[in-house]
């Protein structure tokens, strides 16, 4: 087949691409010219801008994709444009999506109410009322962040009678790569001597389903090399979702940390360690359907997975971190104070 894909430069693109030319697909991707070296060797480049599609019209009649990507499709007006831009010149377009589209991320952020869920969310699971769940941290209108709204964008692939869509709402993704650095929090503090990590009540319960960037990328090739998918919504990740508690403990094994996880009511956390969120509300999906439909099984174990996270993590850290996240002060007081109180 021949695929293009838009964002492949990315956290994720480029394990797509490599799972894509593995299977002997051809495939372009997209983008400004940047982070080219990111790139598996053998990919096709298409310099463009994704906010311009409109004007790339010929360079995608000559390339005459069958499966169209798009990893970085955010705002209504980017999928309106990506509809537009593939109709009658693809016969499918792929589109990521997230967990945020469910009532549960809008309870969880506190944008909306509503009772948690009792069991993981399925692709039918109710979706949120509100919308742009993250205007809240960002004033100014001319920032992505402040249209994003992954409900919009499903809306617009799903319901085209022209060009069939599949979307894949995807995890928490971790492993190399991952700029967000996800098991820094545990990470740093165990490779900081920190003998006892404190953890919250609520949140060592809360449940989040993650999924390792190789396998997702496999979930992503197969999605769009397999014609099943048309019309379809899958979410993707592992499983099992772990409680933050039991993810934490994964961290540890993979690192060799052999210290003490804390679990204390949230009243009593140092300040930093706080969560601003109804913990009440998991974000645990239900994987089933992408594996009873499309056969998806994981091809990297959990185990690798977390070493591999690990080791990179630790050749990689960040240039910066906040020093207001590990107040490691504030930690040893309330350690200290807990000692006191049991004994």
Known sequence: MQILVIGGTGFIGPQVIRQLLAGGHQVTALHRGRSVANLPGAAKILRGNRHDLRSMANDFKRLAADVVIDLICYTETQATGLMQAFSGRARRVVVISSQDVYQAYGCLLGLESGAPAHEPLNEDAPLRASRYPYR???????????????????????????????????????????????????????????????????????????????????????????????????NVGEPAALSELEWARAIAFAAGWTGEFVVVPDDELPDHLRAPYNLAHHLDSDTSRIRRELDYTERVSHGEALQQTVAWQRANPPAQVDAGAFDYAAEDARLDSLKQRRA
Do not use: S
Not at 157 to 175: E, F, I, K, S, W
Not at 208 to 226: F, H, K, S
């Open 136 to 234: 809240q941290f960002t004033e100014r209108q001319e920032e992505w962040i402040y249209h994003y709204d992954k409900i919009l964008v499903e809306q617009i692939v799903m319901n085209d009678a022209q060009l069939p869509g599949t979307v894949l709402r995807l995890p928490c993704v971790y492993g190399p790569r991952d700029h967000r650095h996800r098991p820094l929090e545990y990470l740093k503090r165990m490779d900081d001597g920190r003998g006892a990590i404190l953890l919250g009540e609520r949140r060592a319960l809360w449940r989040w389903t993650r999924g390792y960037v190789e396998n997702v990328a496999d979930a992503i090739a197969l999605a769009a090399t397999d014609e099943r998918a048309a019309n379809r919504i899958y």
